[in-house]
DNA sequence: GCTTGCCGTGAAACGCGTTTCATAGTTTAC
DNA sequence: GTAAACTATGAAACGCGTTTCACGGCAAGC
């Protein structure tokens, strides 16, 4: 392997004009910098990243926590960070936890170590206050809303709010909601937005650990039980909607008219469905805070709140007299 | 920043005997190896990962080139590679290349610099001979088929085969295909395929550039206007199949009873829409592309062919009389 | 005519952990 | 009892690019 010190002796410079030549830097005669350019062709030579990442102190990679990869906004999350990356000639390193708490340890530790500049927490289980023990070490930006650090996040509370008001406004009063993780962030935002806005008399209409397609299902078979039931449901994702829909359609009921469902994220699912969904600008947020991570700026821990739309389907219409 | 030579002094041992304590290496006193732990301790040391990377000229992490992280296959392969790295202490850099060459460049580049041990190629547009010339730096490895490359592949002719022998078991002659990127090693085979099979009444029955929801929907309208049109399709992924099914759905069509349609992939789109479809295990073929590139004998080329496997939902049935 | 200031260049130090090699004291082996 | 095999330890070299500092030359400024 060919190296700066083997193209100084071969085009007979120093290695300081070597590494000028390979940055570009204006202070080098023309001939010398043929030389070197002669030399580097000649030799083969290809630069040592990790040596320079080790001699700039900078290694221009962004680390990413989340705790799956292959879910749809975690990927349009991904998305948005991996564009933004490249435009500015950064790369990311991808981390999956599972919420694994010993997983955002190992996590964490690489930004101790000098692995990566910066940290973007796309969703996390470990405390906050945990996580920002770390910030010595690099800006470290969460993908939703915490006090005093940086962020960029949807407001759960408007968002849910907007859902739940379309439906009291298409003439639901008996309305519920599905709840993801019950002690996240997001869930406690959305249950406040419910309580705030519905005044529920009923707390069994709140299902909770709504994750995935299968868990919408089970919520369709509760729901079903029930002697007294919502009218409408706001659920936590889109892929709770379809499995609430695909269940209660194959046990015979109709979508909107025995029970509205409005999902959440606006994914490929929402359209499939027909499904009104409350959208998030997922790539937004990969965008967003990368270049908080980026910036010279996250010490003073910027805070970005991107809007969320209400996208309109037909699973959630005009309640009929 | 405390470094090695700080721990030696405080620690009153050389800096080859604080490496050992770091390493783990047997041949270290009790005594010395407390003095260095307690130095540790006291002066916060964190190793510099790049340090360590530069001086053993690993870095314990893979590449992966990829056109989109947040497409559903790609995305399930992204979690075997994700899963497999974790567990082998290795990182991941994730580029996503919208299938630009000059992207792709950019990812080789990175291999030949060092950035990483390895690649996994997980779908490219340059031709594989030239991502080949890349080999002498480090392993790639393919996630589609090809001669004298480590791959880990479908077999996407015999894939197809099962679809369409499917398709003919049901009772159909009347037989169309989508297909992705035209000109791809897996459009090439699957077309392969469909001639051996189904040996095409018409060649307007194969539908080109379908990729998305929305492609879906156009080959819908088309099929829609034929004058002499298939009565079973089998298209390109379950994305395709969606949007074929919604839109003629729309138009007043019935699936399975006027066009009869197979999806592939097996996504939760399928489960959804309760599609029959051609089930590929994504996160398996991540697993197995990760093991060869950390693997020793990747210059022997090890080929794994993954089988799929045929899933059946309610958008292709018997064929009534 | 002399002081600034810019251009061009290189020696040496720096960032930091790993590894080779030499040395010396102990055991184990026969 | 002596050779062979460990165990324990450190100096120095190594991997490799960047950056600081010092210095010579030359042109612009007054």
Redesign the interface.
């Known amino acids: 392997m060919t190296n700066i010190r083997d193209l100084a002796r071969e085009a007979e410079v120093s290695v300081t004009t070597v590494s000028r030549v390979l940055n570009d830097h204006p202070y080098v005669a023309e001939d010398k910098r043929r030389a070197v350019r002669d030399a580097i062709t000649k030799l083969g030579y290809?630069?040592?990243?990790?040596?320079v990442?080790?001699s700039t102190g900078q290694?221009k990679?962004i680390g990413v926590m989340l705790p799956?990869?292959?879910h749809?906004y975690h990927?349009?999350i991904?998305?948005g960070i991996?564009?933004c990356a490249?435009e500015e000639g950064y790369?990311?390193?991808?981390?999956?936890t599972n919420y694994i708490a010993s997983?955002e340890q190992?996590v964490l530790q690489?930004l101790?170590?000098?692995?990566v500049d910066g940290l973007i927490v796309v969703s996390h289980s470990l405390p906050v206050d945990e996580i920002l023990r770390y910030e010595q070490y690099g800006p470290i930006v969460f993908c939703e809303h915490h006090e005093d650090v940086s962020s960029v996040y949807i407001n759960h509370y408007t968002a849910f709010q907007s859902g739940l008001k379309t439906l009291q406004s298409f003439g639901h009063t008996q309305i519920g909601i599905c709840l993801g993780r019950p002690d996240s962030t997001n869930s406690r935002a959305r249950k406040q937005a419910y309580q705030d806005t519905v005044s529920p008399e009923d707390t069994s209409w709140i299902y909770q650990q709504a994750l995935t397609?299968e868990d919408g299902a089970d919520i369709a078979r509760q729901w079903s039980n029930q002697s007294c039931r919502p009218s409408a449901l706001l659920t936590a994702s889109d892929?709770v909607a379809?499995g609430i829909i695909?269940e209660l359609r194959k046990q015979g009921y109709r979508i909107p008219e025995d029970l509205a469902v409005i999902g959440f994220d606006g994914s490929?699912?929402a359209?499939?469905?027909?499904l009104t969904t409350v959208a998030v600008p997922y790539e937004t947020i990969g965008r967003q805070a990368f270049s908080i991570a980026i910036s010279d700026n996250w010490r003073d821990h910027p805070q970005i709140e991107i809007p969320t739309a209400l996208l309109s389907g037909l699973t959630a219409v005009e309640v009929k007299e």
């Open positions: 290809i630069r040592n990243q990790t040596a990442q080790l290694t990679t799956y990869v292959d749809p990927a349009a991904l998305h991996a564009q490249f790369r990311f390193l991808t981390w999956q997983h190992t690489a101790a170590q000098r692995e397609i892929h379809a695909l490929d699912l359209v499939v469905l027909n």
